[in-house]
């Protein structure tokens, strides 16, 4: 149930409420209906009326407002005044406690959890970027995320400062803030990094120890507005806590197995109309840009050139990588109609067997290092054995 509805549920709990305290007889199904939804809401407990928690039907609320007040007047206004920090509170625009995260993918075990634990005070967190789908203008669709948002909050990081993506996002934030105050821009300290310029003189959320989660969370939550509940942060799902523990170890992991850590799925963001020409004037085909959301691998590079390599229907098209872009050769109508969803599978696929042949990669690397520390554990042992 949505904050709108759940609204409405809870004045029509009030309506029936002041009918039966006022001589009504109004269904005490639909009382104990509304009432259901009320507790089962998630809402802080200090919201809800006592009485709604106590009086299970319309009975024991009628023995109770009958002893607590003798008029109409002095039972309607009791009730009114008890809902209204409630429905205040339920009345309160979505957008003012919706946040863009801001990220680097690399940092994405600690996003996720910052995201969770805002989910769970009401926050609306647009967090991932596979919320932008295939065709869709990245600087259009992050501009819009950004207008539906009151906040936007900066992970600061070595990983952040240095990505082109997240810099983009805060150009666009700053922008807004800076025309028409409606975006709030708040940064998140995870590691000490300089902060960018237009930041430095705002208060931050310092989450460099990570022994002050809790007490920084609240800062974030006080900023956003957020009353602050005792409720426990979500625990890390596990294989978020591997990716922690995965990060806190990294110095171990061989470069395989770091490349598999730090792998995302790579996904077409945009055409990008300014790379985009016409090789030859004299035929109507062009060279046609497609963004990727970061510059490929060499050996993805080769798995997507074997992806290619057979055609699956008649309007087929050469496609190839250049840096941070795919390359079709194609005619402009054709895009939409032909190409999108060809390419997507094959981005998809290529996502799919990169990962799987890193983990053969990892798992090759891993055994190779057991091996070498067995060796080496013998030798030890032996030049133990004769006192060397």
């Known amino acids: 149930m949505n904050k709108n509805e759940l609204l409405i549920s809870v004045e029509s709990l009030r309506n029936i409420l002041i009918s039966r305290a006022t001589g009504g007889i109004p269904s005490d199904e639909d009382y104990k209906k509304h009432r259901s939804i009320l507790i089962r809401s998630g809402l802080n407990e200090e919201l809800i009326p006592r009485f709604i928690r106590t009086c299970i039907d319309l009975s024991q609320f009628w023995g109770f407002i009958k002893a607590r007040y003798s008029t109409y007047q002095q039972r309607r206004e009791f009730i009114w005044q008890e809902f209204s920090v409630l429905i205040e509170e339920l009345e309160e ?11 680097s993918s690399k940092d994405k075990f600690f996003a996720r959890k910052l995201a969770d634990g805002l989910k769970s005070h009401g926050v609306d967190v647009w967090i991932d970027e ?23 909050g900066i992970v600061l990081s070595e990983n952040s400062v240095n990505s082109e993506w997240v810099k983009k996002e805060l150009q666009i934030a700053i922008q807004k803030e800076l025309s028409n ?27 460099t120890n990570p022994e002050n989660f809790d007490s920084e969370f609240n800062k974030i939550l006080e900023a956003l507005s957020v009353k602050t509940e005792k409720r ?10 591997k990716e922690k523990e995965a990060e806190e170890v990294k110095v171990k992991l061989t470069n395989t197995e ?36 970061s510059q490929p691998s060499y050996d993805w590079q080769k798995i997507f050139e074997a992806e290619r390599k057979f055609p699956r229907h008649t309007m087929w098209r050469r496609a190839w990588i250049d840096g941070s872009y795919i390359v079709i050769h194609c005619g402009l109508e ?12 094959d981005v998809n696929n290529s996502n799919k067997k990169y990962r799987d042949y890193l ?28 006192n060397l």
């Open 93 to 103: 625009p979505e957008y003012e406690k919706k946040i863009f995260l801001s990220h």
């Open 130 to 152: 596979a919320e932008i789908k295939i065709g869709d203008s990245l600087t259009e669709k992050i501009g819009k995320a950004i207008d539906t948002t009151q906040y936007f």
């Open 181 to 207: 105050k409606k975006v709030v821009v708040l940064p998140i300290l995870l590691e000490s990094v300089e902060i960018p310029f237009f930041l430095r003189d705002k208060l931050y959320a310092d989450f």
């Open 232 to 241: 426990p942060l979500p625990k890390m799902k596990p294989i978020e806590q």
């Open 258 to 293: 770091k490349l598999l850590m730090e792998f995302d799925d790579i996904k077409i963001f945009e055409i990008d109309e300014n790379r985009t020409y016409k090789p030859d004037d004299t035929k109507a085909l062009f060279n046609v840009y497609l963004k990727l959301s």
């Open 334 to 345: 054709e895009i939409e109609k032909f190409h999108l969803d060809d390419l997507q599978e």
């Open 359 to 386: 983990t053969e990669e990892a798992r090759k690397d891993s055994k190779e290092t057991l091996y070498k520390k067995s060796v080496k554990d013998k030798l030890t042992e032996i030049k133990r054995k004769l």
